[in-house]
């Protein structure tokens, strides 16, 4: 089945009559950007102080979230779509945002006013025709600052020659069935899971590739799955290619927004020896690792290609950054100087070395608060880095190890120590405008969206400015009194007033400092 083209009119109207899912997301966001040039030797604009075009920006709940959580930076964000940028600008308006503008525009025709630190494309490459990407490039290449850092995401081969024969038969089944976006989304799941039996027993392999897909497919809304695996174009492309068509519009490769893309920790020790002997360059091992792990989508960087890029990681690019555990140890075990943690995802890392868990106890003991890495260096060494410069590499090279893991995390800057949380709580406007429209969740400060339980739901919404904590304890016992809020012990619903007075007053400190450091209090 050959790709469709999309006619202008046709592509708004998607979008307008069923709206793409648009959420914020933590690597579509100027940090991940500002850490990886910071590694290869740039010097970035300080993201609270920066310039952030976004193209393709839907009803800019991306842009919106980084211009809320960042006062300084201004926010510009083009979409097609007016009516999704209708919604947005509702929301700009509801929040008194001033360094935050959306504008309907087509990016093959947009002129760029300005300069701009980080231009963010999420969403768009792999579902416009060839012309269109060709424009992205171009619009890019004009809006960057020569220290400027962009971001495209795209879909990948080797990964969806295992989703697309679903994809082929969803919009089948769309093509002879009538209704609603919902209904046509439906349609087609149902048929591949009542096929499925059948196909699996005849073919293994290609049963295989279907069920792939569906479980891929499980856990997104149906607007998703409807422009994702219906959307007339869907262009996936190796990344060796589309690392190879930048220079056209003189830009170059940087790296990827996730670092565990970049260099793979899951990858074993024998098969990364191999590639790294048959890979000269960064690419090539880039598209090795895609092949060995099935990759079906990238979040690649760009910069441009006047540039001079440093792919020396070590101490001399990550001394200033700041790094912090975000994983925790199943257990304190002694003797052999091995450990193992577990992330936030729930993977569990072991730590084969001495000198990685003592690096992972040091940061453990700074209770979920960064440092500098040239701070940390010094105090493993007890001496100065630049007094012991292979040692100083070394314990990089670990912590580069541990961050491609998903155990601790980078910033350019400091996680505080300490929330300043007020005595009185009170929730931010964004969070309280998401809330109060029925949001499934809430965007956070990490540029993450997070949906929430029913006792944080209650809680953020109860935060007012007004409340001290006993009354918050008090308004929240109301509640479970009330049944709209219930205390569980042991699996089994209490109606002892005491009992939840207790519970809800040992729970309410670390729910307010967990809720105040995604930035949803102050």
Partial sequence: MGEQTLTDSQAEYRYDSVPYPSRPQGVVHPEPLAIISTLFGGIPQDIENARVLELGCADGSNSIAIANYLPYTTVHGIDISAEAIRRGCHVIDELSLTNVTLEVADLRTYEV????????????????????????????????????????????????????????????????TDGSASALVRAGLDFLQMS????????????????????????????????????????????????????????????????????????PEVIAQQIEVLAPDLVTLGQFHDFVRNTAFRVS???????????????RSMGGLHVRLVGQEQAMEEGDGTSTWDTPSGVSIVAEDEGTTRILRHLDALSGSSTQVRELISKLLDHDPD??????ERICARLLRLYSA???????????????????????????FQLDNAYAGVSTAENTFVELDRFERALLLLCDGQRSHDELIHALCTLVAEDALEVTLDGSKTHDSRLIHEVIEAALPSKLEQLARLGLLS
């Fill in 113 to 176: 006013e300005d300069a701009y630190d980080y231009v963010l494309c999420h969403g768009l490459w792999s579902w416009v025709e060839e012309e269109t990407q060709s424009a992205i490039l171009r619009l890019m290449r004009r809006a960057l600052k020569p220290e400027g850092v962009g971001l495209i995401s795209y879909n990948t081969w080797p990964g969806w020659h295992t989703l697309r024969p679903a994809r082929d038969i969803m919009q089948l089944v769309a093509e002879r």
């Fill in 196 to 267: 499925a039996p059948l196909i699996s027993q005849r073919s293994q392999i290609y049963g295989g590739m279907l069920s792939h897909a569906t479980y891929t497919m499980e856990g997104h809304s149906e607007s998703y799955l409807f422009h994702d695996f219906l959307a007339p174009i869907n262009r996936p492309i190796y990344f060796r290619d589309f690392v190879n068509g930048l220079g056209s519009a003189q830009l170059q490769y940087l790296g990827e927004a996730s670092f565990e893309q970049l260099v793979p920790y899951d990858v």
């Fill in 301 to 315: 960087l760009v910069c441009p290609e006047e540039r001079c890029i440093s792919r020396v990681l070590g101490f």
């Fill in 387 to 392: 007094e012991y410069p292979e040692l100083a």
């Fill in 406 to 432: 998903g155990l601790v995390s980078m910033s350019t800057r400091p996680f505080p120590v300490h929330v300043a949380l007020s005595s009185r709580p009170c929730i931010n406007r964004l969070a309280a």
